[in-house]
């Protein structure tokens, strides 16, 4: 606990904001997941987050965009429900959305171990966002999840 805490106040108070609003949507987003599914989720978290007035982002947005999706993995990670690499990008895209960007989200997998990994990840910009994983070959649209 000593550790998460010396962590937390050595955030900007700017970012413990949007650190706390993380820790408090993504449990909604696996939520959603659960209830609905991932179609329905990301229709829906679309339609929650669209802008009027979409606009390409500039360099510092894209750092900004950076920053966010740094935070939500670590919300993600260590928040009091572990949330997926999916449900970490869902927000992030919904909430780069809501301030008028155009990110992409994507779901992309690899051959791991004999078998396939799967990954989501979010871009703008072109640049993948808090990625240290790149070797995955992204879908042009997801596949179909059987029932």
Same mark, same amino acid.
């Given at each position: 606990m000593g550790g998460r805490l010396h962590g937390w106040r050595a955030l900007p108070p700017s970012e413990r904001a949007v650190l706390l609003r993380?820790?408090?949507?993504? *449990?909604?987003v696996s939520i959603s997941l659960r209830l609905l599914d991932y179609k329905r989720t990301r229709s829906l978290m679309e339609w929650m987050s669209r802008h009027p007035q979409p /606009?390409?982002?500039?360099? =510092? +947005? @894209?750092r900004d965009a950076d920053r966010l999706a740094q935070l939500a993995a670590m919300a993600g990670n260590r928040g009091v429900v572990k949330a997926t690499c999916l449900r970490q990008a869902l927000l992030v895209h919904a909430t780069l959305r809501r301030r008028g960007l155009q990110p992409e989200?994507?779901?992309? @997998? /690899? /051959? +791991? %171990?004999?078998?396939? =990994?799967?990954? =989501?990840? @979010?871009e703008l910009g072109? $640049? /993948?966002?808090?990625?240290? $994983? @790149? %070797?995955? =070959?992204?879908? %042009? +649209? *997801?596949p179909a999840v059987a029932p």
């Open positions: 993380l820790l408090l949507g993504l *449990p909604l /606009r390409v982002a500039s360099i =510092a +947005e @894209v989200l994507k779901l992309g @997998v /690899r /051959r +791991e %171990d004999g078998g396939i =990994a799967a990954h =989501a990840w @979010v072109g $640049q /993948r966002l808090a990625q240290t $994983q @790149v %070797d995955f =070959a992204a879908f %042009d +649209e *997801p």
